[in-house]
């Protein structure tokens, strides 16, 4: 059974820092692209990041270049969300999912929730 648990989360003001982890149990996490996706209040799911299976390949959405840096451990089944200079809008459920930005799977795991403000 696929499982994700996603961690790191917290009350962070404006320009500050977080770096979210997601654990993964239940599947061959090295043989999987990995994306997190976030959800705000009221809005559907947006995708914000995708790293391909090696970590060579790392993908964001234009609001976070620059800003958030998506890495994983494949020894540890470990996906990494590291983000600075948050903003208000960054606000949100964080998810980690399987899968690249165009295809990937629904969350399975919590979240971990990101509020930014001051």
């Known amino acids: 059974e696929v499982q994700v648990v996603e961690s790191g989360g917290g009350l962070v003001q404006p320009g500050g820092s977080l770096r979210l982890s997601c654990a993964a149990s239940?599947?061959?996490?090295?043989?999987?692209?990995m994306s997190w996706v976030r959800q705000a209040p009221g809005k559907g799911l947006e995708w914000v990041s995708s790293?391909?299976?090696?970590?060579?390949?790392?993908y964001y959405v234009d609001s976070v270049k620059g800003r958030f840096t998506i890495s994983r451990d494949n020894a540890k089944n470990t996906l990494y969300l590291e983000m600075n200079s948050l903003k208000t809008e960054d606000s949100a459920v964080y998810f980690c999912?399987?899968?690249?930005?165009?295809?990937?799977?629904?969350?399975r795991g919590q979240g971990t929730q990101v509020t930014v403000s001051s």
């Open positions: 999912a399987t899968g690249p930005r165009d295809n990937y799977e629904p969350p």
């Open positions: 239940g599947f061959t996490f090295s043989d999987c692209w």
């Open positions: 790293i391909s299976k090696g970590g060579l390949s790392r």
